[in-house]
């Protein structure tokens, strides 16, 4: 009989041990990231789904916007990553850009200084920008500037997915020509990529 009891002490003592192992690999495992999480690194995870359909923010646009040559004959492009603002269109943070200028200092200024977007949309196809006066009392004149200025505005928008033709707007109204004569602005313009220096 003796020998039985301790034949059954060294039993429950395994399972005792055993117990406690399990215990201790499962408290280990809760400090550790799924293999699917997504803070790891598996490409094969769809980032997306895993965050409950919201999608990555930190991912930055890449737009190709146009500036002047610095003879104002040709449209010379800049790729640029575009970040928007919290209620931006994209059609904004691309004007945006424009206003700030060219990153390459043998390009020309587009945009007047001192010009600020009113407000901007798309309908149908149609990119409307509203200017402030500014874009047409700051600008330097000639055809060939104002030749420069639209359709740096139009070939610029006109990249973004949905945008067709732009029509431009000073302060609200439409203008039968918005800077010096040249152009009829009171209809929304084509882009001409003719312009583009190859």
């Known amino acids: ?62 737009v190709t916007i146009y500036f002047s040559d610095d003879q104002s004959m040709n449209l010379v492009p800049e790729v640029r990553e575009v970040s928007k603002g919290k209620d931006e269109t994209m059609e904004s943070a691309v004007i945006r850009e424009l206003i700030k200028g060219p990153a390459n200092k043998n390009l020309g200024q587009v945009i007047p200084d001192g010009t ?30 104002e030749t420069m200025t639209i359709y740096a505005v ?5 990249k973004l997915p949905g945008i067709k033709k732009v029509q431009f707007l000073l302060e609200g109204n439409k203008q039968e020509s918005i800077l010096n004569g040249n152009m009829d602005t009171s209809v929304p313009i084509e882009p001409d990529y003719s312009l583009v220096k190859q």
């Open 116 to 145: 600020k977007l009113l407000s901007s949309k798309v309908v149908d196809g149609v990119a409307y920008v509203d200017f402030s006066k500014e874009f047409r009392d700051n600008h330097w004149g000639g055809s060939a500037g």
């Open 1 to 62: 009989m003796l020998e039985i009891r301790k034949t059954n002490g060294f039993w429950s003592k395994g399972i005792v041990a055993l117990l406690a192992v399990l215990l201790m690999l499962s408290f280990a495992a809760c400090g550790k990231k799924p293999a699917n999480s997504p803070g790891s690194q598996n490409p094969g995870v769809n980032q997306e789904s895993e965050l409950g359909n919201n999608p990555d923010t930190s991912a930055v646009p890449k």
């Open 154 to 158: 139009v070939d610029s928008l006109c």
